[in-house]
Every structure is written in C-alpha cells, then in structure tokens.
C-alpha cells in the first residue's frame, strides 16, 4: 500500500510488515527523505538481479562472493535510437552494469550474465504489462483511521 497525505511528495508505503517513505529530491521541492519512484524501480531490477545470480551460482556450487548491480535511468529521444522501433518522442533507458567478486572462470562469468537477464523484474520490464486502475472507496471503518 502507498499513501500520500499534505506533506508534499513524502510518502509512506507498506510491503508486507516493511515500512518505507519515498520522496522526490530536493531541486523537484520536497525534502529528499527517502527514493524516488524511479530509484524504487531500479532497486527492485538491482535486487531481483543479485538474489537470481546469487540463486544460480549456488545452485552450481560457483564461489560467487559478492554481486554488485550498478543502475542508471534515462529518458532518450527516440530519434536518437537506431536499434528501437519506435521513431517518436522519449524512451526509457536502464544501463545495468554487473561486477561479480570470486573465482569464477570467464564461462562461469559469461553465463552469470545471461542468467542475469532470466531475473523476473528483468522479464516483467520486457513483457507487455497491463495497469489496470479503479477508484476504491473507503468503507466506514476506512474513514475513521481504522486500519482494513
């Protein structure tokens, strides 16, 4: 759950028992408290990333030590794009870098790459995804600050 009351565009949101508050930067107007919806975005490519290569090294027994997913989010005009399909107006570009710590040879590497691609945020970014949105009401015990 996500929710926004007055204070500008600090919010609290509730996965599970996890409390955490994103927030836009400073020089958008607000007070910089916690990531962006596009910091929380990468974060969660970033993490599915790491556990799936930490999940298939161990399942191969490979002496990965360490994964660190470094990530960056543009916006580019389309025009700019030889290899996209779209002609018109901005795209959506994530550059992911991938460091890997241990002793792994460079076919353990090469496949840890490919694998890196198989994590299912990656696959959702890359699937056609459908938002469907609908206005909820409140029920009476909503309305007096009674958590449902």
Known sequence: MVNIGREKYRTDV???V???VADEPPEVGDGGLGPGPYDFLLSALGTCTAITLRMYADHKGWDLQGVQVHLQ???IQA??????ETEDGQLDQIEREIEL?????PTQRARLL???DRCPVHRTLHAEVRVRTRLREKTRKEGRGVPS
């Open 73 to 75: 989010h543009d916006k």
């Open 101 to 105: 710590t241990g002793d792994l040879d």
């Open 79 to 84: 025009r700019d794009c030889v290899d996209w």
């Open 18 to 20: 996890h409390a955490l």
């Open 14 to 16: 509730r996965a599970a």
């Open 114 to 116: 490919e694998i890196a």
